[in-house]
């Protein structure tokens, strides 16, 4: 079946700092994969994706690539600022266009 | 363009009643996703409509519902509510099915209380 495993939280940085939240996931087949972003008080938002493998997708300074032969898709960002300070979901669309999320990470960043 | 909505945002009901919560999708949407988001569980996939079509369907008792109408706006029903019903409902909109090529738009969600 799929699932998606990301770290546990909560991650505590100072600004500037690297940020990397792993995530794994199990699928079958090639499954899209995305980051969604939740800020506080506001629904959640698409922060970048891959629809297959060695894509790279980027967005407000995140990556992540598209990793088949470790099923990774990690997120990372070179400096934190703290308005990036909110929950961040891994997820993928399996067949049939159906969503699995992981748990989600929530992220601090201190100035 | 308006957002995803979703009324009302706030609910609090008693054990064994049942609950509807509304869902209109951005204008131009057909495709609705309703999803469960709970501190232990995170974000569960409820089910999934289109073109008032239930797609999918994820792993939830038959106590959960839904339905699409022709504009697209959608319902999902929750009857003999449980403790353990007590979550944030989101739901979510595209134009189509497929979020790799067509972008899920998230409410702000229904916060349920059931006590």
């Known amino acids: 079946g799929n699932s998606v495993t990301q770290m546990e939280g909560p991650v505590t940085l100072s600004e500037e700092a690297f940020l990397t939240i792993n995530c794994t996931y199990t699928?079958?087949?090639?499954?899209?994969l995305f980051w969604y972003v939740q800020y506080p008080g506001e629904g959640l938002q698409l922060l970048l994706k891959?629809?297959?493998?060695?894509d790279k997708g980027s967005n407000k300074g995140f990556e992540a690539t598209y990793r088949k032969e470790t099923t990774s898709f990690h997120l990372e960002k070179g400096s934190v600022q703290v308005s990036d300070s909110a929950v961040y979901f891994c997820?993928?669309?399996?067949?049939?266009?159906?969503?699995?999320f992981g748990t989600g990470t929530s992220l601090t960043v201190i100035p | 363009k308006a957002g995803v909505t979703q009324t009302p945002r706030y609910l609090i009901k008693t054990r064994g009643q049942q609950v509807t919560l509304s869902c209109s999708p951005i204008?131009?949407?057909?495709?609705v996703s309703w999803y469960q988001q709970t501190p232990g569980q995170g974000l569960q996939f409820l089910f999934e409509?289109?073109?008032?079509?239930?797609?999918n369907k994820g792993n939830f008792p038959g106590r959960f519902s839904g339905r699409q109408f022709s504009n697209s706006r959608s319902e999902m029903n929750v009857s003999t509510l449980e403790l353990g019903d007590s979550a944030l409902y989101l739901c979510?909109?595209?134009?189509?099915?497929?979020?790799?090529?067509?972008?899920?738009?998230f409410g702000p969600g229904t916060r349920l209380t059931v006590t």
């Open positions: 699928a079958t087949g090639y499954p899209s």
């Open positions: 997820a993928l669309e399996g067949a049939g266009n159906q969503f699995y």
């Open positions: 891959a629809t297959k493998a060695d």
């Open positions: 979510a909109s595209s134009l189509v099915p497929g979020a790799a090529a067509y972008e899920q738009y």
């Open positions: 409509y289109f073109s008032e079509t239930q797609r």
């Open positions: 204008s131009g949407h057909r495709s």
